[in-house]
């Protein structure tokens, strides 16, 4: 490995897009989970798709590893660099390439945000669906790379859905294509498989979104509750009757005084919980569901509904800046992020809260819960020595959702937080299996190392019993 002689390289090729400064560097240490911080040996900023691949090859030719950054919103530390490897950053990326009305399909490339995808789309009445709290703010890459999802999820789907192509650089430097402009491709569905493994099988540098007709009528309501179990037992009862809003969230008292704390959403301070829920779709059926849900709401305390369209604008402000606002209430705290089948909803708030207490540590609850996805906010004070406590807390919840028979993670990754956990959910075998997906793709691990599978230096692993390598075991090779 010769970091100089990468640098050499990469400094011919992206002239003044390569950052060696340690004070620049350090804007590279960590994504949105910063209690994680490794600054990088250097950071490429390449301008496009060929750059990228020059800088990966090049990086391949010295063995020098990479980790590929969009906005580093990541809440999982995907984006987390290695100090002996580079980031490669896609922020100089963002053309919104073409936008094609009549297919219903837009090309980016992977810094575009994923709002500017729909204002691009806006004026043909069309819009990208997945929608991140972050969208403002967050790339279409690191979307791809997480499999984000966002409030309206629940109705459309996740990224996965909305994707019919990605241009990747493979971790050799190779350009390639996977899916296609055609919706259906025949063949492994290697596109599938690559969205969601977190920047572990090589950088994406064009993406084909599938883009929506926006809806004809909106409707959302605010339902006040005195305590979340009501508010969960709402979200089972509109689900079972087969009404499928396009997003049903909830936040606790604690999540609603640091939104209020922040913006004025009009969210009362005294409720215990509350959901917003949103229909969509044309009139006719928007106002019959509407009329049923309303039906399923009625140990609500209050109901808002919201009266235009700035109004809806105004609720949605209050839950998209629910994580920012909770830095209201605490200097420091852990976003989780993990599943729970939505009927164990009510069970899982209340375990989750019990541990918060056992551990004297306060949790606010926002999250998507029509799709059971809890988003608990562990709050804690690094200066006053409470990160290993909360950083316990957060992994024992994450946990938790797993024994409820859920998953580690809804929409935010593995990344370099949940891989100690990933036993938990995975046996050997199954990880084994994943290993050798990412390995076809990177046999040389440098492509994002150390991210979403646990490892024993990462996760402090003590060895366990000795088991003879095959080649060992079929007498190639001999143990010294
Ligand atoms: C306030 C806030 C609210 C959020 N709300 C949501 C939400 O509602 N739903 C949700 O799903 N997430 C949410 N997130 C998490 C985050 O915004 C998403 O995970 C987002 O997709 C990350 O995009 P990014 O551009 O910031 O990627 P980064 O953080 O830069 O990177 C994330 C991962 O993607 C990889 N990556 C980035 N670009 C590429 C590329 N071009 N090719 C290959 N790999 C790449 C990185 O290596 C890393 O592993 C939120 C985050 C914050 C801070």
């Known amino acids: 490995m010769s970091l100089d002689a990468l640098r050499d390289e990469l400094t011919e090729v992206l002239r003044d897009g390569v950052i060696t400064d340690p004070a620049h560097l350090r804007t590279y240490e960590c994504d949105a989970l910063t209690g994680y911080r490794v600054v990088p040996a250097l950071v ?33 530390g995907g984006a987390l660099p290695t100090a002996d490897g580079i980031v490669i950053s896609l922020q100089r990326l963002r053309r919104v390439v073409d936008v094609d009305p009549v297919d219903r399909r837009a090309t980016v490339e992977p810094g575009v945000t994923n709002l500017d995808i729909s204002l691009a789309a806006a004026r043909y009445g069309l819009y990208y669906s997945p929608d991140p709290s972050s969208q403002q703010v967050c790339t279409i890459g690191g979307n791809v ?18 994707i019919l192509a990605i241009d990747v650089v493979l971790p050799d430097g190779t350009p390639t294509r996977l899916g296609g402009d055609a919706p259906h491709q025949a063949g492994y569905d290697l596109l599938g498989a690559f969205v969601g493994t977190e920047g572990t099988l090589g950088i994406v540098t064009g993406v084909v979104v599938r883009l929506l007709h926006t809806p004809a009528t909106v409707r959302t309501l605010v339902a006040d509750f005195d305590s ?9 009862a509109i689900i079972a009757a087969g009404i499928l809003p396009a997003a049903i969230e909830m936040m606790d008292n604690l999540a609603i005084q640091a939104v209020n704390a922040t913006v004025d959403a009009g969210f009362d301070p005294d409720t215990a919980a509350l959901l917003i829920v949103e229909l969509d779709g044309p009139a006719d059926e928007v106002q019959a569901r509407f009329t049923e849900l309303l039906e399923k709401c009625t140990r609500a305390t209050r109901v808002t509904v919201a009266r235009d369209a700035a109004h809806r604008a105004q609720i949605w402000q209050g839950r998209k800046a629910a994580f920012a606002a909770v830095g ?12 729970v089948p939505r009927t164990r909803l009510g069970e899982a ?14 949790v606010a609850n926002v999250f998507h819960a029509g799709d059971g996805n809890l988003h608990p906010l562990v709050l804690y004070s690094e200066a006053r020595g409470e990160h290993d406590r909360a950083e316990a807390l957060s992994t024992a ?19 370099t937080d949940k891989a100690c956990s990933m036993p938990r959910m995975f046996s050997a075998d199954d990880l084994a299996t994943m290993q050798r997906l990412r390995a076809a793709f990177d046999p040389r691990g440098l492509c994002n190392p150390g991210k979403v599978f646990p490892t024993p230096r990462l996760c402090g692993e003590r060895p366990g019993p000795y088991r003879p390598h095959p080649l060992e075991a079929a007498g190639v090779i001999e143990r010294l």
């Open 44 to 76: 490429a900023l390449p301008r496009d798709a060929a750059q990228v691949a020059a800088a990966v090859r090049a990086c391949a030719a010295h063995g020098v590893p990479f980790v590929a950054r969009g906005a580093g919103t990541g809440l999982s």
């Open 145 to 162: 790379a997480e499999n984000s999802g966002g409030a309206h999820c629940l109705k459309y789907g996740f990224t996965a859905n909305h």
């Open 228 to 236: 979340t179990k009501d508010a969960g037992d709402a979200v089972t």
């Open 328 to 339: 209201r209430l605490s200097p420091n705290y852990f976003v989780q992020d993990g599943v």
């Open 349 to 362: 708030l209340t375990r989750i809260a019990a541990m918060g207490d056992a551990a004297g540590i306060r």
């Open 397 to 415: 919840i994450a946990e938790l959702c797993v024994e409820l028979g859920g998953s580690l993670s809804g929409e935010h990754g593995i990344g």
